[in-house]
Structure formats: C-alpha cells, structure tokens
C-alpha cells in the first residue's frame, strides 16, 4: 500500500508540475512528457526486481512484463513459482505488481516466430515478427494481409496481422575527445550516423557503440571536419550493432539542438519494458526539431533475427530521422542524467525500431560503469 502511495504521489506531483507551470496555451509538452517518464521510474525499479529473477532462472511460463498506468503487470501461462512469487513481494515494495493470465508463454510464441521466419523469404510481404507482452499470440507486420495468411497456418498460436509500413533504416556537428554519445559520426568516409554509447568491457577496452548498417569492420570512424575517432571493431549485423574502439571516451550524451553543447551524464544502463516512455537523441532530429524526439511509446520485442524493440511517438511526430542511426534511445534517471536504453535502427513514420542494450551488453560483454 506505501509503494502504491508513493507511485500515485510521483504521478501527482508530475502532472501538478507540468500545468501549474505556466498557462495551458503556453505550456511546451516536453516538460510534461519527462515528468511522466519520470513518474515511471517506480515501475521500472520494480520491474526490473522481477526480470533478474526471470532471468536467473530456467521457468518457461513468462510471457512478459508491461508497465500499467498505476502499477506493474507481470503476464505467467499457470501458476508463477515460489521464487518468481517472491521477487514479485519484493518488488511490491517499490511499486504495485500483479500477476496476469497468459494464454502463451514467451518461450511458446518464439517457437512459432521460429517457424514463420523459417518459411517467410526474402520476398516474403512479412517484414516483422512481434510478441506482445501479454502472452495472446503473434502480431505479423505486412504489406499484404492476404498474401500472409499462408504463413499463419504454419502455427498453432493465434495470429494477428497488420497492414503497415515497414520499418527502414535511418542512416552535433563538431565533437571532441573525449567522445561522446549523440554527436555526428562519419564512418568510411561516406555514411553519416549518431554514436550512441561509450561502453567498457570486462577488461576495460573502451568503445563507442551504434548501429551496424553505418559502416563494416576496418571502416575509419571521423567526426563531420575528419578528426579521427577509431575504426569499426566488432559488428552483429542481425542485431545492427558495432562497436568502435576508441580509448578517449566519456560516460556523457548530447541534448539539444543539433549545434548544442550540452551534455548530461549517462548513469548506466537499464531493460525495456512494455509501455515505457522513452526518448532518442539522433543528430538530425536534434537539428530539425530542437531537441531529442520523446514520448516514445515501446510496444513489442521483435521474434525474428534482427530482434528488435518497436515503439511509437504518440504525438504522431516522425520517431526518427536518416542519420539518427546509431544515435542513444534513453530514459531518465532518478539521480539525474539518464539510463541507456538502446540505439536506433530504423523508422517508419511515427514508429522506431532500435536495439535494446541488453543485446548489445549480450552480444559484445559491453556495459555503462556508474
């Protein structure tokens, strides 16, 4: 009852915050949308208490975890185990949870996405593969719903198609070392993106992380006036990650305008969950809007190779931009700065794809030190 208390007075004093500020017709929805990220920040704490257990242990009844408006919804197919009952306690005592009915789990529905994405091809008018977070089936992106429902007989799980425009990739100015994310790249000469990251590994190499359609491995690495960075290291095409070894690097993030110098601290990194509103700070979104593009929605985990993170900017603005590939999908942290949540791959008019960075840190061993 204190966490739901404590849940419902952020929220208050968020909203309280946003219009008290100044009139209605005068009021920016920036401010408001980063105090209601801000007031999910006891929702995110407690789900992540619940994803450590998931991911500890070897149960295959998890469907998936969805923030709710007032509290945490954690969707199991049958009964949750002791330990899984016990994490859900524990998180309680940040914010309200409950356990939700789900007709399929996790694991059921990735063996179905297997099946389609065996089958689909190259050609196929099926260009995404989705799981929603509350276990009721497949959601199929198309550009033909008639020519898909050959593949969604191969599978005896419900599925859902939606006629929809692919996602496509989206390929500051003038940074300086020590490197940092949100800024200009030029990699082979050629290809314009946003770094995303600085992130470490185990033996403290240290890197900066983006999207992997920007360059190959070997590729020199500039800034916009040809101050050398690195050249491209390791890459995950599937997962449209690569990193750029670089020694000269910070735990630091553009905002702003495309020209801005304002940086603010990168305080590790955290999942994605479900609803979650986050922002991304690519270099030509900051340039043509004025800032990071927020109130990006996150509505599905892709269940095919690129496994991808899809959300939406609920004010129907373009979620991204070309060159904003590569560049750092964030949310803020309740120390202040803000908490890596991934790098953009594509978009398609109000929707994003990006890649989370627990794949990144799965794939490379990279983390964020705090």
Request: aromatic share 6%; hydrophobic share 40%.
């Amino acid at each position: 009852m204190t966490a739901r208390r404590n849940l419902l007075l952020v929220a208050a004093m968020a909203v309280s915050t946003a219009v008290g500020a100044t009139p209605a017709a005068h009021a920016a929805p920036e401010p408001t949308v980063w105090q209601q990220m801000l007031a999910q920040q006891p929702l995110i704490h407690a789900a992540d208490v619940i994803q450590a257990e998931v991911l500890r242990g070897t149960d295959t009844g998890f469907a998936g975890i969805s923030l709710e408006q007032d509290h945490v919804a954690l969707w199991w197919q049958g009964a949750a185990p002791a330990k899984i009952t016990d994490a859900v306690e524990r998180a309680e005592a940040k914010a309200p949870v409950t356990i939700e009915q789900a007709r399929y789990s996790n694991a059921e529905l990735r063996a179905a996405a297997a099946v389609i994405e065996a089958r689909r091809g190259e050609k196929s008018p099926v260009h995404a593969i989705k799981i929603p977070a509350d276990g009721s089936g497949l959601v199929l992106g198309t550009t033909s719903a008639a020519a898909t429902r050959q593949l969604t007989s191969l599978v005896d799980v419900p599925v859902r198609t939606v006629v929809e425009e692919p996602l496509a990739p989206v390929s500051r100015q003038n940074d300086s070392p020590p490197w940092k994310g949100g800024a200009t790249i030029v990699l082979g000469g050629t290809a314009a993106c946003t770094s995303g990251f600085s992130v470490r590994t185990g033996d403290n190499a240290r890197y900066l992380l983006t999207a992997g359609h920007c360059g190959n491995p070997g590729a020199r690495v500039t800034d916009p006036t040809g101050e050398f960075i690195g050249n491209v290291g390791a890459k995950q095409s599937d997962h449209d990650i690569l990193l750029i070894p670089t020694g000269n690097v910070v735990n630091q993030q553009y905002l702003g305008n495309g020209d801005s110098n304002t940086t603010t601290p990168v305080q590790g990194w955290g999942d994605v969950y479900t609803n979650e509103i986050l922002c991304q700070s690519g270099v030509t979104s900051a340039r043509e809007t004025g800032g990071p593009v927020c109130n990006i929605k996150v509505l599905f985990f892709y269940a095919d190779r690129e496994d991808l993170v899809e959300g939406e900017q609920m004010n129907g603005q373009p979620a991204a931009r070309p060159g904003d590939s590569g560049g750092p999908v964030y949310g803020p942290s309740s120390n202040g700065g803000v908490i890596a949540k991934g790098t953009v791959t594509r978009t398609a008019g109000a929707r994003i794809g990006f890649q989370d960075f627990r794949t990144a840190s799965r794939d490379f061993g990279v983390y964020i030190p705090l």
